[in-house]
């Protein structure tokens, strides 16, 4: 029987390839595109410590279907860090998930339907977008400056909104501190604008706060959610605090909210046995002296990063030195397009990540995405020198 | 400002509490309710050694985000293992998910949009109704008899829906081997004509076989998928033959439809640091022998349980001895209503899940599903005993 074309649903092909320029995974490569923690940087022996008493002494529950106290453990610690940015809640209202990433596609689909509105920011994180994408949600970014998302224009486009009497989105989503890539992050007076926007007008606010723990300055901002905890969804996640490969987020929310958030969950939940890794790490490892260790590092290679630039690109390029998280956000002269400079770069052996892939319109071709978090001291230096010819050499092309 | 109520997506209240009676956790029950394996089963030693070495040999690469050779490994192993079931296939048609639930959950979003028709069998597996409501699926059950699904009626409703203009469903979704709850396995003549009826018709079998390893008699029937490999999305999971904790399941379709599938991971996939942990394990523990003392305990439970109902219940009540898996399904007179035993059977001691959980209309009242597979044999003993109580109890009441 000869085979008839079959109608998947419409949201998969929607998908786009945005941040596939990611993907590349050469090792030659000096890999400023890696949005990553050091591997150096794990707690290697306390993690092993961990999985074998999550194993041996709690695997009866732990590695059986949801059960165990490691949830619960888990849940506390991230309800107790959390008064660190203003938030105040109860266990009820952390609900653990597979990575940020997983809370972002909960959040997405319990708030809208297919043709519901979502606004972001412009430059924006593209595994969220892909995220709203697949919820089949209509896309419209606004732009930040050296204070976040320009809230002034998000309230300018609600009045309009209002006015001739289209759509408010189902939510704004936002990366308050150390933006990812901008380096930003959101001020104070913003963070309560856009909250007081969000009771005014009637949308939810997505706060995606993956980087906050990583504050160069051990500044702690009050979050979005302390101004509007009806009204914000928040997010976080172990991965830049832990490894990556624990794979366990966080939302924070009313506990109705996160009610209907954890339907999606059917009676089941993020991996008990990572939970309970977790859990068991927090007793072997001092996390205030891991997280030292973390800053320490991480603000060094954002220094050598930044005195590199300033070396090899002199005037030729600027950027805001970030106060935390991974990336530094470059923006070069207007006639240029880095995505024409990736291929060159690779071959020369380097990675970094073109502006455009960090908009949901084609724009951001004069940026281009440079992470300090992966590489060690050596590799920096010699990565942005490398870079430097590949632009020099760029130029000297397209004059 | 005061809160205005807020419209959530319309999928989030359309989720059922279908199965949340399998939720009660009293830890002084005999838990027949369990669909779960026995922890006394858990390879401990080898899963810590494993452990042990994903995160002191491969940490680098298995606690970062995606990389490492663990994936393959467990690709490879996986499409390995299928071809007992006549399933050959390379390893780009499988995608490791968390949990076959996921695959469930991702499969559903590709093949379908919200309102379209997904058909099941009636009894079946509830965690998979709820996914199919939370993508708002327009669900219709047709009957099992001891060979499984009912293809006839299948194929009946198929032609009448031809007939009279009405949606052929984007999926089937049916457990070929020892059905949960049911217990049967589907014959070889009808996964052919079902495979067939499938490119006729131009819909997808979900064949969801959690349970095929689980087989008493080691026999492995060809999976469906063999007989319509464009048309099938083959789905199984490790939790049954390692433990459910490590939270990983598989898809196996074409190329194109895993393609597809894959996007909702955007990019990232299910955690490589438990795919390495897997991938270790299978160089520590001769799975062979790991299998087949599984196989042996649950065998014998399955005995047990069987001469345990036919001492206690005699006549009463008649049920088909399963040749793998988990489940007994009891079948009760028809006057009977489980669902009014469960409280007075908690109150003796013991728990089970009523029939009607596992129905998508309101039909099944006199079926009950017992699990043999998480009980030891004194629970499987006493716990058959305090049910008969119980039943008597509740006889003499409706009299």
Redesign the interface.
């Known amino acids: 029987?000869s085979?008839?074309p079959?109608s998947?649903?419409?949201?998969?092909p929607a998908?786009s390839p945005i941040?596939?320029a990611?993907?590349t995974?050469r090792s030659d490569l000096i890999p400023f595109s890696?949005g990553?923690?050091s591997?150096d940087l794990?707690p290697?022996?306390e993690?092993?410590e961990a999985?074998?008493a999550?194993?041996?002494q709690e695997?009866?529950?732990?590695?059986?279907?949801a059960?165990a106290d490691g949830p619960q453990i888990v849940q506390d610690w991230i309800a107790n860090r959390s008064k660190l940015r203003s938030i105040h809640v109860q266990s009820n209202q952390v609900l653990v998930t597979?990575?940020s990433?997983q809370a972002i596609d909960y959040a997405a689909?319990?708030?809208?339907?297919?043709g519901d509105h979502a606004w972001v920011e412009a430059p924006t994180y593209f595994?969220a977008v892909?995220?709203f994408k697949?919820a089949e949600a209509i896309i419209t970014s606004f732009p930040i400056d050296e204070n976040g998302l320009q809230i002034e224009l998000v309230e300018e486009a609600l009045k309009e909104a209002v006015r001739v009497g289209q759509p408010i989105p189902k939510f704004v989503y936002v990366m308050p501190n150390f933006h990812n890539p901008g380096g930003v992050s959101l001020s104070l007076s913003r963070r309560k604008r856009l909250a007081?926007l969000a009771?005014?007008y009637?949308f939810?606010i997505l706060e995606d706060d993956a980087y906050a723990e990583l504050a160069f300055e051990r500044e702690h901002i009050p979050a979005i959610y302390n101004f509007a905890p009806?009204?914000v969804i928040y997010l976080s996640s172990f991965?830049k605090i832990i490894?990556?490969?624990?794979?366990l987020g966080w939302a924070i929310a009313s506990a109705d909210v996160i009610r209907?958030i954890n339907?999606?969950f059917?009676?089941?939940m993020a991996?008990?046995?990572?939970q309970e890794i977790v859990a068991q790490l927090f007793q072997k490892l001092s996390f205030e002296d891991h997280l030292e260790m973390l800053i320490t590092r991480y603000k060094s290679s954002r220094d050598i990063m930044v005195e590199a630039l300033r070396q090899h690109f002199g005037d030729g390029i600027t950027f805001q030195i970030p106060n935390g998280g991974f990336f530094i956000w470059l923006k070069f002269p207007d006639h240029v397009n880095t995505a024409d400079l990736v291929q060159d770069a690779n071959e020369r052996g380097v990675s970094f990540i073109a502006g455009n892939q960090f908009f949901v319109k084609p724009e951001g071709a004069r940026y281009a995405r440079l992470s300090f978090s992966y590489c060690n001291e050596e590799q920096i230096r010699k990565g942005v020198e490398i870079l430097a010819h590949s632009y020099n050499s760029y130029l000297s092309k397209i004059k």
């Open positions: 029987m085979l008839q079959y998947f649903a419409k949201r998969v998908l941040g596939a990611q993907a995974s890696y990553t923690p591997s794990f290697y022996q993690l092993q999985a074998s999550a194993i041996l695997g009866r529950d732990s590695l059986q279907y059960g597979y990575g990433q689909r319990t708030l809208l339907e297919p595994g892909n995220t697949a007081e009771y005014e009637n939810f009806e009204r991965s490894a990556p490969g624990i794979r209907r339907t999606f059917q009676g089941s991996s008990v046995f990572s």
